[in-house]
């Protein structure tokens, strides 16, 4: 019998399906990339945009009708908001929340799907036993609590997607309630996993060769924080972990998203500066360049403060590249308040921005906020910030060529003949080689050419 699951969203999303696939594994079941062939459909959901939910209504809509030809059983987990929720709770035969995933054997059992392992007696999943819930299945009155029991969802280990780029969790949930974001209500309070899981997952990583690990969280400067006195902080676990690496005498990267500028603190950075390991790649999300708009984000941080981060990373970190996150659009944003985003772009020099047009999401407090910056003027305000990027990237990518960087190759690049891949400050590169024995590896290229957000180069030596 076969699945097929489809994630949307985060790296987070991503990372949490690879548990999903480890439980159903374990219950006899294999993957498959055909939905009309497979017994159990499952997608792990985002609903931190309007988009990403709207393609869980358009893809289930087409499952329930494959439900007229085939037994199947659907079911949706990841980033819920309440109101969704209930929503599907009409549409899919399972909606859980993420946290509640060792309890999947036993939903399915319940729902009448029986396979040759869901039969064992005693049926443990990466040796946690399965807990039977008394009411495996949403209600619409039940009351959700994200994060909770979030050790034994930890606990079992996930199916990579890759034989050299991975992603650990560090931690679930955000305390900061900015007033456009959906997270603390999907997700929950932050809640910080064991620093020694954290630890013995990158060295079992490392061991098997991993070039790429991402440490993923909400806000992953705050780890450890819920639990102060009891677990080490963010810069300690960065610590610990460049010096395993110091130690392993191997090639790899370690990169972490997202940090928040409230809890940025320097310590971090002179940590990053210590270690080859801890890739020179931060990314930092602005949302906005002007003070009165982070007030009305509720950000925690302003101008000022996020001007001094920018300062010591350039200071300590000189060769480091830096990405952000930007919202345009956002509730009686002036054009003021835009320019100055604008102008915080031009004085930091992105080498990546993820910019967002403002987009209402029930739950979060803005939602109760009139969405009063028409479509035109947020697509105009958005051409305009990625005109800024492409400006500044161009320059930084324009001094590489001439010299050589490491790049890891990962797959082939749509240019026909091309590998492509990431330098260590996560640029894209590509390079003319056909050679499948390079991916996974890390390997010296000369850069010969750039473009705003891409460079190009020659193979020099394979390295690792």
């Given at each position: 019998m076969k699945y097929y699951l489809l994630p949307f969203g985060c790296q987070m999303n991503l990372s949490d399906t690879e548990r999903v696939r480890t439980v159903l594994k374990k219950m006899g079941f294999v993957p498959t990339d055909n939905e009309e062939e497979a017994?159990?459909?499952?997608?792990?959901?985002?609903?931190?945009r309007q988009k990403g939910i709207d393609k869980v209504y358009g893809r289930i809509e087409k499952w329930n009708a494959m439900k007229n030809r085939q037994n199947m059983i659907t079911f949706v987990s990841g980033c819920i908001l309440p109101a969704d929720r209930l929503r599907f709770l009409k549409l899919f035969d399972l909606v859980f929340p993420m946290n509640e995933l060792p309890n999947l054997p036993e939903m399915i059992r319940q729902y009448g799907i029986v396979t040759p392992a869901s039969l064992q007696a005693g049926e443990e999943i990466e040796d946690q036993p399965v807990v039977r819930p008394v009411a495996?299945?949403?209600?619409?009155?039940?009351?959700?609590?994200?994060s909770a029991n979030m050790e034994r969802f930890w606990s079992i280990a996930p199916i990579q997607t890759s034989s050299f780029e991975a992603y650990i969790p560090i931690q679930n949930g955000c305390n900061n309630f900015c007033t456009y974001?959906?997270?603390?209500?999907t997700r929950g309070r932050e809640v910080s996993r064991p620093s020694q899981d954290i630890l013995d997952e990158v060295k079992a990583l490392v061991e098997k060769d991993y070039k790429s690990i991402t440490l993923l969280g909400q806000n992953v400067n705050s780890y450890g924080l819920d639990k102060k006195g009891e677990e080490i902080n963010f810069a300690e676990l960065l610590r610990r972990i460049g010096e395993y690496g110091k130690a392993s005498g191997k090639t790899f990267w370690v990169y972490y998203t997202a940090p928040h500028p409230r809890d940025m603190e320097?310590?971090?950075?002179?940590?990053?500066?210590?270690?080859?390991?801890?890739?020179?790649?931060?990314?930092?999300?602005?949302?906005?360049?002007d003070d009165t708009m982070l007030q009305r984000m509720n950000r925690h941080h302003n101008l000022e403060r996020y001007r001094h981060i920018i300062q010591t990373i350039r200071e300590k970190l000189p060769t480091a590249t830096l990405f952000t996150d930007i919202i345009v659009g956002f509730t009686h944003e002036s054009e003021e308040e835009f320019e100055n985003t604008r102008k915080a772009m031009e004085e930091f020099k992105y080498n990546m921005a993820f910019i967002a047009q403002y987009s209402v999401r029930e739950g979060a407090v803005a939602s109760k906020w009139e969405d009063d910056v028409p479509k035109e003027v947020k697509r105009q305000r958005y051409h305009r910030l990625t005109e800024e990027l492409m400006k500044h990237a161009l320059v930084y990518n324009q001094a590489l060529v001439g010299t050589t960087t490491k790049?890891?190759?990962?797959?082939?690049?749509?240019?026909?003949?091309?590998?492509?891949?990431?330098?260590?400050?996560?640029?894209v590169i590509r390079i003319p080689s056909t050679d499948t024995a390079l991916i996974g590896k890390i390997v010296d290229v000369k850069v010969t050419s750039a473009s705003p957000l891409s460079i190009e180069g020659q193979l020099v030596t394979p390295n690792s």
């Amino acid at each position: 019998m076969k699945y097929y699951l489809l994630p949307f969203g985060c790296q987070m999303n991503l990372s949490d399906t690879e548990r999903v696939r480890t439980v159903l594994k374990k219950m006899g079941f294999v993957p498959t990339d055909n939905e009309e062939e497979a017994t159990i459909l499952g997608i792990v959901a985002c609903s931190v945009r309007q988009k990403g939910i709207d393609k869980v209504y358009g893809r289930i809509e087409k499952w329930n009708a494959m439900k007229n030809r085939q037994n199947m059983i659907t079911f949706v987990s990841g980033c819920i908001l309440p109101a969704d929720r209930l929503r599907f709770l009409k549409l899919f035969d399972l909606v859980f929340p993420m946290n509640e995933l060792p309890n999947l054997p036993e939903m399915i059992r319940q729902y009448g799907i029986v396979t040759p392992a869901s039969l064992q007696a005693g049926e443990e999943i990466e040796d946690q036993p399965v807990v039977r819930p008394v009411a495996p299945l949403f209600h619409k009155d039940d009351k959700v609590n994200p994060s909770a029991n979030m050790e034994r969802f930890w606990s079992i280990a996930p199916i990579q997607t890759s034989s050299f780029e991975a992603y650990i969790p560090i931690q679930n949930g955000c305390n900061n309630f900015c007033t456009y974001c959906a997270v603390p209500y999907t997700r929950g309070r932050e809640v910080s996993r064991p620093s020694q899981d954290i630890l013995d997952e990158v060295k079992a990583l490392v061991e098997k060769d991993y070039k790429s690990i991402t440490l993923l969280g909400q806000n992953v400067n705050s780890y450890g924080l819920d639990k102060k006195g009891e677990e080490i902080n963010f810069a300690e676990l960065l610590r610990r972990i460049g010096e395993y690496g110091k130690a392993s005498g191997k090639t790899f990267w370690v990169y972490y998203t997202a940090p928040h500028p409230r809890d940025m603190e320097d310590e971090i950075i002179e940590v990053m500066s210590q270690y080859d390991c801890l890739a020179k790649q931060i990314h930092l999300p602005i949302q906005s360049g002007d003070d009165t708009m982070l007030q009305r984000m509720n950000r925690h941080h302003n101008l000022e403060r996020y001007r001094h981060i920018i300062q010591t990373i350039r200071e300590k970190l000189p060769t480091a590249t830096l990405f952000t996150d930007i919202i345009v659009g956002f509730t009686h944003e002036s054009e003021e308040e835009f320019e100055n985003t604008r102008k915080a772009m031009e004085e930091f020099k992105y080498n990546m921005a993820f910019i967002a047009q403002y987009s209402v999401r029930e739950g979060a407090v803005a939602s109760k906020w009139e969405d009063d910056v028409p479509k035109e003027v947020k697509r105009q305000r958005y051409h305009r910030l990625t005109e800024e990027l492409m400006k500044h990237a161009l320059v930084y990518n324009q001094a590489l060529v001439g010299t050589t960087t490491k790049m890891l190759v990962e797959q082939f690049d749509r240019k026909n003949g091309y590998l492509a891949g990431h330098t260590e400050g996560k640029i894209v590169i590509r390079i003319p080689s056909t050679d499948t024995a390079l991916i996974g590896k890390i390997v010296d290229v000369k850069v010969t050419s750039a473009s705003p957000l891409s460079i190009e180069g020659q193979l020099v030596t394979p390295n690792s």
